[in-house]
């Protein structure tokens, strides 16, 4: 909360006996007023108005409060961070700077999409400063990740699928699902061909694994945004070094079409409406193909969501600055 905030907070004086209301002097003003105080002719006066105003500045410092609290508990979340960093030894204060710092710097690069340039200002540093410790920073988190991205022990059916009658018991033993995904990218000029995507822009191709709470359990970056999503998904699963988690007895993943049908990871079927958006105005499927697939469809757009919050949270994923895609 800023300092002008918590001047206004002060200005109001509230006592915790909640004996603010009293020190209003209802009588000075009330007794005096005459039908020239009224307006429009309503009967509504000048202290009534005064009155309503001071209520509503209370709920204003109400949710100032609030936001203050908000603040508060990310910045909790944020120094937990930066200590599990340093415990870890991904990150290491200095003489010249703390690791509180050189994570914020990260997170301004990140959250607000900026520059170096604009980083540098806003924290008075160097631009060499802001790229060195955005690397560092990226690295760390990069590592940590390794350990975060897991997947989640749930007992099956998933309560999700469980307490829902369109899923279950179709869809009792799915535990994720998967899909790919274009990030923006910058790249040199020999290379545009290659990570041009079909969106006529430079991007790199994602694929993520997303389980039934939006939680990310496995990402696998760094491909050309013109790599088709079989391939990559093709490697995760016969190269070991990528420590890609297979399911395992009977449970199975949820993929589209275009990753094949394998055991572990089911697909639609094909030559059917798949898509929700080719049911128009609420349209019914016509047979238990088309009833599956909708099913299918519903519960896999869990990864789109996932993709949609993480986007919206993180702009630079849609529009990166001039940073190389070897950071």
Not at 165 to 193: E, L, N
Not at 288 to 300: V, W
Request: aromatic share 10%; glycine share 6%.
């Amino acid at each position: 909360m800023s300092e002008d905030s918590m001047n206004d907070i002060d200005m109001y004086d509230i006592d915790d006996d909640d004996n603010w209301v009293d020190d209003i002097d209802m009588d000075a003003d009330v007794g005096d007023v005459s039908d020239d105080d009224d307006m429009d002719g309503d009967g509504t006066t000048d202290v009534m108005i005064d009155l309503a105003l001071y209520e509503m500045e209370l709920k204003i410092m109400g949710l100032q409060l609030e936001l203050h609290e908000l603040k508060s508990r990310l910045k909790a979340t944020y120094i937990a961070l930066c200590n599990t960093l340093e415990q870890n030894g991904l990150l290491r204060n200095t003489r010249a700077v703390q690791v509180t710092e050189q994570l914020a710097a990260f997170c301004l690069v990140m959250s607000q999409c900026w520059s170096a340039r604009s980083v540098a200002d806003r924290l008075q540093r160097s631009t060499y400063f802001i790229s060195v410790y955005v690397r560092k920073s990226a690295r760390a988190l990069c590592q940590l990740g390794k350990s975060i991205l897991q997947p989640n022990p749930v007992p099956l059916p998933h309560p999700n699928v469980a307490n829902n009658a369109m899923y279950y018991p179709w869809f009792a033993d799915c535990i994720g699902t998967i899909d790919g995904t274009q990030i923006d990218a910058r790249v040199s000029s020999k290379k545009h061909i290659h990570y041009r995507g079909r969106k006529c822009t430079t991007t790199q191709n994602v694929m993520c694994v997303v389980d039934l709470d939006l939680c990310f359990t496995y990402v696998y970056a760094g491909w050309e945004g013109s790599t088709h999503d079989a391939r990559i998904f093709t490697m995760c699963v016969n190269d070991s070094r990528l420590k890609f988690s297979t399911p395992v007895r009977d449970a199975y993943y949820l993929v589209d079409s275009g990753y094949g049908l394998y055991r572990g990871f089911l697909t639609p079927f094909r030559r059917e409406r798949y898509h929700l958006q080719e049911w128009p105005d609420g349209g019914l499927p016509i047979n238990q193909r088309e009833r599956f697939n909708r099913r299918h469809a519903s519960l896999r757009s869990v990864v789109e969501r996932a993709f949609g919050v993480l986007k919206n949270r993180f702009p630079i994923m849609r529009k990166m600055p001039p940073y190389p895609i070897r950071y």
